[in-house]
């Protein structure tokens, strides 16, 4: 392997190779080794967070279609319905919607699948040789889904929203009996530690383990078939036991 001279703090900035150094005892060879162990647990990771954030929110998504009247527009399009204004003041006397930032998700995730079914639309077109056509798209509700993040699924169980969603809608997503502020708790410390990840960050050893087990036992409560690929099939503990030192 190339030296690790100064092109790596050319590549990774001074600050963010500098973790690394810190825990190598200004080792160089030893940090670099530490960044790509941590590379690559962060990307088995995302595999594994990625396959829980599918099942969650088709689980969300079943849970709530399901239990709304039959001639109710999907819960996707009914975003006042779920996530009507709720109007808070502020001690500088400013008045807050709490559910705004949650509408204007939504809006953003339909405009984003509209436009990218727009598009698929118009290439066809062109590709048949016909006119593009001119009337308004409403995407799929499945493709609006799969637009929204992890942390709009994440906000759901907050306790603001037990009366009007966790009540009426999303406990059933999990076995009777699974109380809110555990399933929050969860999804709380499983979104910190995928935007760690995303954002390339320096894993804890000890807390990665404690997320993976948070992650097995969340997947256990929307399917003990998922759990069971999961564990089968993820390479986080076998990245976890092999830490460079």
Sequence with gaps: MTQPGPWVEQWLSAPRFGAYLRLANSDRHLAFALYEWNAQ???????????????LRNAYDRAITEHRPVDAPHW??????????????????????????????LLAAITSAADAERRRINKAAREAHQ????????????????????????????SAHEKRLWVPYLHHAFPPGTHRRAVDTLVTKLN??????????????????RRHNNLIELASWLSPELRDYIQATTSCPGHLTNRPN
């Design 41 to 55: 647990l962060s990307a088995a990771y995302m595999r594994d967070l990625a396959h829980l954030e599918v099942a």
């Design 76 to 105: 996707i399009f009914d975003a006042d319905a779920l996530f009507p204004p709720h109007l808070t003041t502020a001690d500088d006397g400013t008045v807050i919607d709490s559910n705004a930032k949650t509408r204007d998700h």
């Design 131 to 158: 006119p593009r056509p001119v009337h308004p798209i409403q995407p799929s509700p499945g493709h609006v889904v799969a637009e929204l993040t992890f942390g709009f699924w994440r906000y759901l169980t907050k």
């Design 192 to 209: 910190d530690v995928r935007n760690r990840v995303a954002h390339h960050e320096p894993l804890d050893p000890d807390l990665a383990t």
